[in-house]
């Protein structure tokens, strides 16, 4: 069982950036893949990056790519989502969420899930 909480959304403006955090409990944080989801009101949650369980690995959407950075402390049990460059567009609440095995943009392949932070890019 994991369980996860994440932090730093907040209010900020256009170009301006945030960092998120998901803190994890529980036991072999070390041995899942973690992802950042993010879902905007009316819309389906949507796929922004994942991270192997090393750290080693890493995969995102095309609209991040360049503004984003996922990274993980396994010794902090914490995976975090740098973001850049924030565009009112990425508006929405950002959940980090937990899997065994290789990362996936799949929000179905995911065991765990965190309660979510909103963040909110203002123009």
């Known amino acids: 069982q994991v369980q996860l909480v994440e932090s730093g959304g907040g209010l900020v403006q256009a170009g301006g950036s945030l960092r998120l955090s998901c803190a994890a409990s529980?036991?072999?944080?070390?041995?899942?893949?973690m992802g950042w989801f993010r879902q905007a009101p009316g819309k389906e949650r949507e796929f922004v990056a994942a991270i192997n369980w090393s750290g080693y690995s890493t995969v995102y959407a095309d609209s991040m790519k360049g503004r984003f950075t996922i990274s993980r402390d396994n010794a902090k049990n914490t995976v975090y989502l740098q973001m850049n460059v924030l565009r009112p567009e990425d508006t929405a609440v950002y959940y980090c969420a937990a899997k065994p095995r290789g990362s996936s943009s799949r929000p179905q392949e995911y065991e765990y899930w965190g309660q979510g932070t909103q963040v909110t890019v203002s123009s």
């Open positions: 529980g036991r072999s944080f070390s041995s899942y893949a």
